[in-house]
């Protein structure tokens, strides 16, 4: 047993990446299902022991078949992968509990098995890029993890989702090629593909022009999946016609390992000093995010779909937490470390909700949506109470990601990036509130009869949900972690 | 920079050179073109000036391909890492090539087309047609009240 | 019971008889839910009351959940002003349920479960404020306030009322995310701690403009304080069914802005502070250019809330005014007027309900001799109106007292005629509604059937304006609770 211990960093990777293939062995939907989500709960269990390993500080490194760096591939698990790893592996067990809501219906009967063998590696790919500590790995990975979620976009209701997972994949597929030149560009100059090795030796290099081109390539691939403003286009889109349920997986967790990436690379490899003080990027990471924050939610307004609101206000959602990095501040940092974690609660309580709309509605068009109040009574209370997170209210996680964020802000006496992060969350209550008016105050058009959504999405949203209002109340321990975590890449680097 | 300086800079680097060309072709081809399968072979030139890239690289001058001889000292390799990593991107970039093209295919199963403006114009019909039930729904509804 | 038991169970007992109000309301008649709600308050407002005494004598009785994150921990500590608000609150809530009753069942409001949970979680979250203990619990239970409340102003579910709401919430939401949670956190960032402290945190710590900026985002930050332009909310709140114009948008709900404006004027920048370097200046012009226009306005309008809406505008900003001012006895007419004004507008809108419930009006000018037919509601008026005009022997006189005096104290004659002046449009505005009531004849061919209303409205009236009436000649209780305080002699 206390072999298996040792090799839990692999298993963490492994354990999700041979259960795909084994999908298709089982084939019945409802075994398959079960099977899935225990691998998922098996995987949540392994990043909760590896984060439990790493809390006091100390950093695990796995190395692949015995091989040293920099001969082997090796896995690295500090305070900030831990938790990344943490957030994505449960955010994934809550989901895939609740199966493959309306998108059975774009699945021919007996085919499901399909559809979870590709959730499975697409949770592999999110785990791997996290996980390791090769950066060409990390490209490998995220090809894992995109490749199987452009299949999963695919199989939305309207036909509209094929183009949407067609454009993702080509705006995917550039920005991951982005990455591999950046990455190509860094070897050439370090002659080392591990990140420990890279890092200490980008240090003495990166005078070059070519380390500076390698920065703009990584940045802008990394910001390509981030969906970082102006490159978020392939999101809304993406979002809002995949199915619910993929929705809810993707907006919780791939956004937030691009996030993660972008902080390793930005902050472990290049280097804080050679980033923000000789590069400046935080110059046009700023203003960009402020950007993403009122383009974002100012669209959510005017939006007629509930998913595709959701997706607009996960664009504003993402310019808090590149926000927080772009302050180059230990606390800034943290504030993004930690809403990463909040926002990925949140809005995939609030896909989650959607999906429940889609089962019993069929469709999220808001003007469906009349009445839903007194017709889905549970599901729109969890509506209301991640809505309150998004907008921020205390007592909500929302209301944590915004006191670190704006903490941060203060602390680097930039009182007008305050007011302007309180300004577009006032327009956060905006949208919330009109999804809140239609389910509560308008009639709904005929009688359609008092049913709840089935207690399979019922019970993954309300986890969700009411985690959503739990850390918001008592917040230590995601706000411990992300400090720490902070701490950790700021004082001791990667 | 003298003609002189730039054409020796050319000719020592003209693998960057090809990389930057195939690069920015194959990019242009995937934002300009509106036919799909199209934008897919822009997609590819773009992946395939990365792997040249790569390679490239990897290439030392004089170097051999990286076999171990027995009694055979002094041998100058070329260095085997970029391109065994090339091998795993054609596999990503022969997978997503597939993807990309089944995805073609659906769509030109729902829509009966793969250029991307008769697609667009289809939805924003759909939109159009969406809309006008939605608004005569309402007047009938006005008109019952 | 001990202190600390009696703070918790003031804190559970709202939540307690909200839970119980659904679960009664469904299974068991209107008759045991309404004894439910009356039962709880009446525990409620005694378990408030065992406060006084250890208060009074010094003590400060607390509750301190374990912190989770730097600055962010949540507790109470019950201190004279909080305590003054929490009886006021929790007092009037036994009043209003009672009325309630009568009014809801009068007008066969629907949804009135709902209703009476969503009262009982708004006195829950008052009652939150006004035993805050740091800036982070009071701002959690001001939010709280704020939605538990939308259901109530929404109430009546037309497109009017969802148009009001909207305009409710976007105020209040609004101001308080932009200014209020901006001002904590700025406080935050320099302050070594957010906990109430007598004589304020801020010292030392900030000043010049930034002071002044941070005063003015406190003051803004508070959109239930209802200063202008911030105060459309108010108005708009109206659509509410009365009961909870009465309570919450005369005395709960308003009152928490203002006595968190007290509150930040006292624990966080200390009058003291405030006082030096004219911290407060443009916060002082602020509340008397509120004080006036909603006063001018209230005279034009004819509609009955609407007019008394605009009262308390004018009102509210007294409040603010005598924080403002920053000195001791200006503070403690703020603190008194608190109780004050509560106990006079709550009848007042009382009034308003009750002639809407029995001869469905609305207006100002259809009030024409509905005096003599109900001449116990009127009476009423009659009072709880020279309290808020501020004539002895009635409540209003002392808290005007005191505020024109504090006026004087900071030097600021401007600021007593402002109070002076808005005295005299009070009588503009409320007197013609007393004049038509009892001396104007009854409209040819008006209904004969128009009586006075039934006794579970009545008694409520009665009890406000008597009160109004007794708490002038023992407003010395109220003053002695304050004192310390404000720094003034016990």
């Known amino acids: 047993m206390s072999h298996l211990y040792e090799h839990l960093p692999a298993l963490q990777v492994l354990v999700p990446l041979m259960a795909a293939p084994l999908c298709f062995l089982l084939r019945k939907e409802a075994l398959v299902g079960a099977f899935t989500v225990a691998v998922s709960f098996v995987c949540l269990g392994i990043s909760a022991s590896l984060l439990g390993q790493v809390l006091d500080g100390h950093v695990i490194v796995y190395e692949f078949g015995g091989w040293p760096r920099p001969f082997g591939i090796e896995y690295r698990i500090d305070l900030l992968n831990a938790f990344v790893l943490l957030t994505v592996s449960a955010l994934a067990a809550v989901v895939f509990v609740a199966g493959p809501g309306q998108a059975r219906r774009a699945i021919p009967p007996g085919r499901e098995y399909l559809f979870y063998s590709a959730a499975l590696l697409c949770l592999t790919g999110l785990l791997g890029v996290t996980i390791t500590g090769d950066v060409f790995n990390v490209f490998v990975f995220m090809e894992i993890s995109s490749l199987s979620s452009y299949i999963l976009i695919s199989l939305g209701r309207e036909r509209r989702a094929l183009m949407a997972a067609y454009s993702y994949l080509i705006m995917g597929t550039i920005g991951a090629t982005f990455l591999l030149i950046g990455i190509g560009l860094m070897y050439q100059m370090t002659g080392t593909l591990n990140m420990v090795d890279m890092a200490e030796r980008l240090q003495h290099v990166n005078h070059t022009r070519t380390v500076l081109v390698a920065l703009a390539f990584v940045v802008v691939g990394i910001s390509t999946k981030l969906a970082v403003f102006p490159l978020h286009q392939w999101l809304p889109n993406a979002y809002s016609f995949a199915p619910p349920i993929v929705s809810a997986f993707l907006a919780s967790t791939a956004t937030k390992v691009a996030y993660y990436l972008l902080i390793r690379f930005c902050l472990g490899l290049f280097g804080l000093v050679f980033v923000f003080e000789t590069v400046g990027i935080d110059t046009l990471l700023m203003p960009l995010s402020v950007l993403a924050m009122f383009v974002g939610s100012i669209a959510a307004i005017y939006q007629t779909d509930f998913k595709r609101l959701l997706a607009y206000s996960s664009i504003a959602q993402i310019g808090y937490m590149t926000l927080g990095l772009s302050l180059a501040t230990e606390a800034g940092v943290a504030a993004g470390i930690v809403h990463l974690f909040n926002h990925a609660l949140m809005k995939g309580a609030l896909f989650l909700v959607a999906a429940c709309v889609t089962w019993r509605v069929g469709g999220t068009k808001i003007g469906a949506m009349k009445g839903l109040g007194q017709r889905m009574p549970w599901t729109m209370a969890a509506l209301v109470a991640s809505g309150l997170a998004i907008i921020g209210v205390p007592g909500t996680v929302g209301f944590v990601s915004k006191w670190a964020l704006v903490s941060a802000a203060l602390e680097k006496d930039a009182l007008g990036l305050a007011f302007l992060i309180m300004a577009s969350s006032v327009l956060a209550v905006v949208y919330v509130w009109r999804l809140v008016e239609v389910a509560y105050f308008a009639t709904p058009e005929g009688e359609i009869e008092k049913k709840d959504a089935p207690l399979r999405l019922l019970i993954p949203t309300w986890i969700l949900a009411g985690a959503s209002i739990w850390f918001g109340l008592f917040s230590s321990f995601p706000m411990r972690v992300s400090e720490l975590a902070a701490a950790q890449i700021f004082r001791v680097g990667l | 920079m003298t003609i002189e300086r730039l054409v020796d800079h050319l000719a020592t680097h003209w693998n960057y050179l090809a990389v930057i060309v195939l690069m920015m072709s194959g990019l242009y081809i995937a934002i300009s073109r509106g036919n799909l399968v199209k934008k897919i072979m822009g997609m590819n030139v773009f992946q395939a000036s990365v792997i040249l890239m790569y390679v490239s690289m990897g290439k030392i001058h004089g170097g051999t391909a990286p076999i171990l001889v027995e009694g055979v000292p002094d041998v100058v390799y070329t260095n085997p890492v970029p391109h065994v990593l090339m091998l795993t991107a054609i596999v990503v970039g022969v997978a997503s090539t597939a993807l990309g093209l089944a995805l073609v295919v659906r769509t030109k199963e729902a829509y009966g087309t793969v250029e991307e403006d008769e697609i667009v114009a289809l939805d924003r019909a759909d939109d159009e047609r969406e809309m006008a039930t939605e608004r005569a729904e309402r007047r009938a509804a006005g008109a019952g009240a | ?490």
Not at chain 3, 39 to 54: D, N, S, Y
Not at chain 3, 148 to 173: D, K, Q
Not at chain 3, 398 to 418: E, H, I, N, P, R
Request: hydrophobic fraction near 55%.
């Open chain 3, 1 to 490: 019971m001990d202190a600390q038991t009696a703070l918790v169970a003031s804190l559970c007992l709202p939540v307690v008889g909200a839970i119980g109000v659904q679960a009664l309301g469904r299974t068991a008649g209107e008759n045991v839910r309404d004894a439910w709600t009356v039962l709880v308050g009446l525990a409620t407002f005694g378990c408030v009351t065992q406060l006084v005494g250890p208060v009074m004598s010094g003590a400060r009785p607390s509750l301190w959940l374990p912190h989770q994150m730097a600055g962010l921990g949540l507790g109470f500590e019950v201190e004279p002003l909080g305590l003054l608000f929490g009886l006021v609150a929790s007092g009037l809530w036994i009043l209003t349920s009672l009325y309630g009753f009568g009014y809801m069942r009068g007008h066969h409001e629907k949804n009135q479960t709902r209703f009476f949970t969503c009262f009982a979680l708004a006195i829950a979250a008052a009652l939150g404020i006004a035993f805050a203990g740091d800036l982070v619990t009071l701002f959690l239970f001001y939010e709280i306030l704020t939605f538990s409340t939308f259901p109530l102003v929404t109430h009546a579910g037309t497109e009017a009322a969802v148009r009001a709401g909207r305009v409710y919430l976007g105020i209040l939401v609004s101001t308080s995310v932009l200014f209020l949670l901006l001002a904590i956190l700025w406080t935050a960032s320099i302050s070594p701690t957010l906990r109430f402290t007598p004589g304020g945190i801020l010292d030392g710590h900030i000043d010049g403009d930034a002071a002044r900026l941070l005063f003015l985002l406190f003051a803004y930050g508070v959109g239930k304080a209802a200063l202008m332009p911030f105060h459309r909310w108010l108005p708009a709140a109206m659509v509410a069914p009365t009961p909870v114009s009465a309570l919450l948008h005369a005395v709960a709900v308003v009152k928490a802005g203002v006595f968190t404006v007290l509150k930040v004027a006292l624990y966080v920048f200390g009058i003291d502070f405030l006082a030096q370097g004219e911290v407060s200046t443009a916060v002082v012009w602020i509340a008397a250019i509120t004080i006036l226009a909603a006063s001018i306005r209230a005279l034009y309008l004819d509609n009955f809330k609407a007019r008394l809406a605009y009262s308390t505008i004018s009102q509210l900003s007294y409040i603010v005014l005598g924080a403002a001012l920053a000195t001791s006895a200006a503070a403690m007419g703020a603190g008194l007027h608190i109780l004050m004004h509560a106990l006079g507008k709550i009848t007042l809108f009382f009034v308003a309900g009750a002639v809407y419930v029995v001869a469905h009006k609305t207006e100002v000018s259809q009030l024409d001799g509905l005096g003599r037919r109900m001449p116990f509601t009127f009476g009423a008026f009659c009072v709880a109106s020279f309290s808020i005009i501020g004539l002895p022997p009635l409540g209003g006189a002392w808290s005007k007292w005191y505020l024109v005096s504090g006026a004087f104290d900071a030097g600021q004659t401007l600021m007593a005629l402002v109070f002076m002046a808005s005295s005299l449009l009070s009588i503009g505005y409320l007197m013609p509604i007393v004049v038509r009531a009892f001396f104007r004849p009854l409209p040819a061919g008006e209904e004969e059937g128009v009586r006075e209303i039934p006794m579970l409205m009545l008694l409520p009236i009665c009890a406000t304006a008597l009160g109004c009436l007794l708490i002038f000649f023992y407003a010395d209780a109220a003053y002695r609770l304050l004192a310390p305080v404000v720094g003034l002699a016990g």
